[in-house]
């Protein structure tokens, strides 16, 4: 099993520390990993990106041109990567955005209220974290368990008061589609 999983948006959208998440969430599940993080010169507004491979055998290479699973956070990350999504892939996307136009029927997409939820909880940059618990729930990739372990070690100190929210908005994207397979 390898999965290819792509995490796209703006910077600012939190796009670097939902891989760095995902990506120690699988190691300590024993899964081999690979994250190839990347993001323009802006500090904010500009392009980021992070694929993240997570495989039960050693992986071949850290790049790839296709993926299995695309989490687009923004518009321009659901035009842009669409296409790169394979047979009987995986798109996850934030309900504010329009419905993407895919040529493949075998794609399976997901809605996911991420801005939505973040806002109920007036945590305004905490929809990185409802699509991380919704990814969760849908892919069965990681364990919601170790997700939340794995938040709460690797916030950086300056972010520490952020924690409790950002669990409680994973599992809140997470309850959205625990009874889904991927």
Same mark, same amino acid.
């Given at each position: 099993?390898?999965? =290819?999983?792509?995490?796209?948006?703006?910077?600012?959208?939190?796009?670097?520390?939902?891989?760095?998440?995902?990506?120690?969430?699988?190691?300590?599940? /024993?899964?081999?990993?690979?994250?190839? +993080?990347?993001?323009?010169?802006?500090?904010?507004?500009?392009?980021? =990106?992070?694929?993240?491979?997570?495989?039960?055998?050693?992986?071949?290479?850290?790049?790839?041109?296709?993926?299995?699973?695309?989490?687009?956070?923004?518009?321009?990350?659901?035009?842009?990567?669409?296409?790169?999504?394979?047979?009987?892939?995986?798109?996850?996307?934030?309900?504010?955005?329009?419905? +993407?136009?895919?040529?493949?029927?075998?794609?399976?997409?997901?809605?996911?209220? /991420?801005?939505?939820?973040?806002?109920?909880?007036?945590?305004?940059?905490?929809?990185?974290?409802?699509?991380?618990?919704?990814?969760?729930?849908?892919?069965?990739?990681?364990?919601?368990?170790?997700?939340?372990?794995?938040?709460?070690?690797?916030? +950086?100190?300056?972010?520490?008061?952020?924690?409790?929210?950002?669990? =409680?908005?994973?599992?809140?994207?997470?309850?959205?589609?625990?009874?889904?397979?991927?």
């Amino acid at each position: 099993m390898e999965s =290819r999983v792509l995490i796209a948006g703006s910077g600012g959208q939190g796009i670097i520390f939902m891989g760095e998440i995902l990506s120690w969430t699988a190691m300590l599940e /024993a899964k081999e990993v690979t994250s190839f +993080p990347s993001y323009g010169v802006e500090k904010i507004g500009g392009f980021a =990106r992070c694929l993240v491979i997570i495989s039960d055998e050693m992986i071949g290479s850290p790049v790839s041109d296709v993926v299995d699973i695309l989490i687009a956070m923004n518009k321009w990350a659901l035009e842009k990567f669409t296409q790169k999504v394979e047979t009987q892939g995986l798109i996850i996307y934030d309900s504010v955005l329009k419905t +993407p136009e895919i040529q493949d029927s075998s794609i399976r997409t997901y809605r996911v209220p /991420a801005s939505e939820k973040a806002l109920c909880h007036n945590a305004l940059k905490g929809s990185n974290m409802v699509m991380l618990g919704a990814f969760s729930a849908i892919t069965k990739l990681v364990k919601l368990k170790t997700l939340l372990h794995v938040l709460e070690v690797r916030t +950086p100190e300056h972010r520490i008061d952020s924690i409790e929210i950002n669990k =409680r908005l994973i599992k809140e994207g997470y309850k959205l589609f625990e009874d889904k397979k991927g």
